[in-house]
């Protein structure tokens, strides 16, 4: 289906996210993380470079969640039977959502960690 005007196109998109965030239970989860880290930003008085990574990688796993989503969907609809091409779609979906979330928790240790190794020591 073709898109008639950005504004279609935009709640199109807000659909998608709405429906991710109703249907995902991990997505939840992935939210309730996004306020953690947020407050402990908030608390450690991260820097503006630090606050633009920290978005930018809770926005890369809400993104990879919907695209997760949307595949699995798609091979539920294209294969409601078992097929090995279907499993091997699905897990590998997961497993990029997977490596990000691998990744948002080095940013977090890299960022977080130095200031909180200073409390500590003190």
């Known amino acids: 289906m073709k898109s008639r005007n950005r504004w279609h196109s935009f709640t199109a998109a807000l659909h998608g996210v709405i429906y991710t965030v109703r249907t995902q239970r991990n997505t939840w989860i992935e939210l309730a993380a996004a306020l953690v880290v947020?407050?402990?930003?908030?608390?450690?008085?991260?820097?503006?470079?630090?606050?633009?990574v920290l978005a930018l990688t809770i926005a890369t796993i809400l993104a990879l969640e919907a695209v997760n989503s949307a595949i699995e969907a798609l091979v539920d609809l294209v294969s409601p039977d078992y097929h090995e091409l279907a499993r091997i779609a699905k897990d590998c979906a997961a497993g990029a959502l997977l490596l990000a979330v691998l990744g948002a928790l080095g940013v977090a240790a890299a960022i977080f960690g130095p200031p909180l190794a200073a409390m500590i020591s003190r």
């Open 38 to 52: 947020i407050a402990a930003g908030l608390w450690l008085r991260v820097q503006p470079l630090e606050w633009a």
